[in-house]
Nanobody, 127 residues
Framework: QVQLVESGGGFVQAGGSLRLSCAAS????????MGWFRQAPGKEREFVAA????????YYAESVKGRFTISRDNAKNTVWLQMNSLRPEDTAVYYC????????????????????WGQGTQVTVSS
């Protein structure tokens, strides 16, 4: 199993930046492909960014492409989400999630593919 704990959320003005961290604990961190999702008030949880099963490629939602960057350090069992040029519509609770590497690659952007989730961290972007 993998336990995930997010941190780094907070308040920021539009155009600003935040870096979210996801600390993972478990026997085999590299057996999972990591991703980030978010859920805004009144909306369903949506895909933000993820690693491929190999960790060599990344996927991004069109709404964040060019602004957000997912990164990792396997030795530290940590995944980050660097968020730049933040917009009010980025306001949401952000969740770190872990997907088994046995999952088909096409499921990297799908909620149902992820077995483990963090508690979420609030990001609020003001106008």
């Amino acid at each position: 199993q993998v336990q995930l704990v997010e941190s780094g959320g907070g308040f920021v003005q539009a155009g600003g930046s935040l870096r979210l961290s996801c600390a993972a604990s478990g026997r085999t961190f590299t057996s999972y492909a990591m991703g980030w999702f978010r859920q805004a008030p009144g909306k369903e949880r949506e895909f933000v960014a993820a690693f491929s099963k190999s960790g060599d490629n990344t996927y991004y939602a069109e709404s964040v492409k060019g602004r957000f960057t997912i990164s990792r350090d396997n030795a530290k069992n940590t995944v980050w989400l660097q968020m730049n040029s933040l917009r009010p519509e980025d306001t949401a609770v952000y969740y770190c999630a872990a997907r088994p590497t046995k999952s088909p690659e096409a499921t990297a952007i799908e909620l149902y593919a992820y077995d483990f989730w963090g508690q979420g961290t609030q990001v609020t972007v003001s106008s």
